[in-house]
């Protein structure tokens, strides 16, 4: 039955149905939510009147939902400050709450994340040269959205450490 055929009270059963089941699967944030009852059909009044009561019960936390995503995704998918902070804010999360979040990784954490994901790709990389190993560590770095100077370090450094026998990249001006 399509939504605009049901009664107010059955509604509001049907999007706390559908935000339940959404929940369910994996936390969201309160945009999220909002989109999904959107894209179903729920006037706004219906949206933001389960939204309020879904924060209210502590149900929906875009603060709590920041923090967890942030140390997740940095701990699995090796990304950035700056890309995680991005992600948040495609996800409806306040910049001020997602740069929050994102504060808890520290540029030491950072940077070991960095080496982590160079050293993974070195193994990977085989009997390429030091040019192409170079182009490619960085364009790895790059879309996890590394900042440029601490991936020219990185790559730098580990490629050094890997037996690389020039060091192309100390001619390279770092921030």
Do not use: N
């Amino acid at each position: 039955m399509p939504i605009a055929e049901l009664t107010p009270e059955e509604a509001r059963k049907k999007a706390k149905e559908i935000c339940f089941d959404l929940l369910a699967a994996r936390p969201r944030t309160k945009d999220e939510l909002r989109q999904a009852l959107r894209r179903k059909g729920f006037d706004e009044q219906t949206r933001e009147t389960l939204l309020g009561k879904l924060d209210d019960a502590g149900l929906v936390d875009d603060a709590a939902f920041a923090e967890m995503w942030v140390r997740s995704r940095h701990t699995y998918q090796g990304l950035s400050k700056r890309a995680l902070v991005a992600e948040l804010k495609r996800k409806g999360v306040d910049g001020d709450v997602a740069l929050e979040a994102a504060g808890e990784i520290d540029r030491d954490a950072e940077e070991e994340r960095a080496r982590q994901l160079v050293r993974k790709k070195l193994r990977s990389l085989g009997d390429v040269d030091e040019q192409t190993a170079t182009r490619r560590l960085l364009g790895v770095l790059a879309r996890k959205g590394y900042p440029q100077g601490l991936s020219y370090t990185v790559v730098r450094e580990e490629l050094r450490d890997a037996g690389a026998e020039s060091t192309m990249l100390d001619d390279v001006a770092l921030d």
